[in-house]
């Protein structure tokens, strides 16, 4: 798989050794850049933080979540969500992490009753990860956001310092949606790897099939 993009936020990675043993939270060393930074995507390894053109104001619904065009390069940070690259996603303990990949399932079909899809194309993503499919658009089905809400819920009270990390493939504003929709529910330790799939795979990160979570129309129902 061809390295596509390299983003220009570097985050310092100080997790160490500890971090794959889950001796100390895998989030702690984990610093963002500076708040309301707005930073350029450039291409190749080397990163720069550099100013960027404003994008058309119909890009982006009143609630700032992109909802057209959703491969394109990324010029923000999906605040309150904070970023994470691939060597430091690769680190994390695999027992004390979510990993939640949102890419949507092209061409495929989800059965109302079951839940389960008919896909178009066989899938690959991070191992472990969770695929729920078609959660990061501007505005998801309240069925499928409320499965993802869900399953991030149950796994913070399970393990109350893991990270929960959201992808998609690079340059996908799914993930940038996704990942601000989730932090900003006040769930904490909520990371973006804007590398999505391509990045871990190119960092060495290995890949396995995946079929979506199935989450029937019931699911979402209240009383």
Known sequence: MAHRRTHSWTVPLAIGVACATGSIPAWAAIDPPAPGAVLAPVSGPVSAQVSAPALPSDAFDADGYRRNTYRAPIDRLPSPAKPITPDQARRLHPASTLFI???????????????????????????????????????????????????????????????????????????????????????????????GIEGWHDHGGSLVDVTPEAVPDKAGRTP
């Open 101 to 195: 990949d949102v890419l949507p399932a092209e061409g495929g079909h989800r059965d109302p009753a079951t839940g389960r899809w008919s896909l178009a194309m066989a899938h690959q993503t991070i191992p472990g990860a969770v695929w729920l499919p078609e959660t990061g658009r501007s505005n998801p089905e309240p069925v499928l956001w409320q499965a993802l809400l869900a399953r991030a819920s149950a796994f913070r009270r399970m393990q109350p310092q893991g990270p929960i990390v959201l992808f998609c493939r690079v340059d996908c504003w799914m993930s940038w949606n996704a990942a601000r929709r989730l932090a900003i529910t006040g769930l904490p330790h909520v990371f973006w790897l804007g590398e």
